[in-house]
């Protein structure tokens, strides 16, 4: 017998994109619309060579502070969060 392993509850839809969430996000991963990630949000800085690529400036702009020892980089595949805006 696999210890643990027959009490797990597996994670599915919703609480696996929550469980995606990282520091320096703006609010929950997978609060967004359906389908959309953070690389197609307007706040996600796409831009190589800036300092906050790969970051959320919603984040930065709600007055959000990190711990020096997290990046705040965000994965671009992260599922949108509640802030998420289209690009324009
Ligand atoms: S969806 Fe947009 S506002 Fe939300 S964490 Fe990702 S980049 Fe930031």
Known sequence: MRIGADFATPMVGDDI?????VPGMA???GTGPAGQRCRTCEAF????????????GTFHAMGG???KS???????????????????
Not at 47 to 56: L, V
Not at 70 to 88: E, F, M, N, Q, V
């Open 70 to 88: 997290t990046s705040g980089l965000i994965s671009s595949d992260t599922p949108a969060c509640k802030h998420w805006r289209a690009r324009t």
């Open 65 to 67: 502070r990190l711990p």
């Open 17 to 21: 994109a929550a469980h995606r969430t």
């Open 27 to 29: 609010h929950i991963a």
């Open 45 to 56: 800085e796409l831009e190589r060579g800036s300092s906050r690529a790969g970051r959320c």
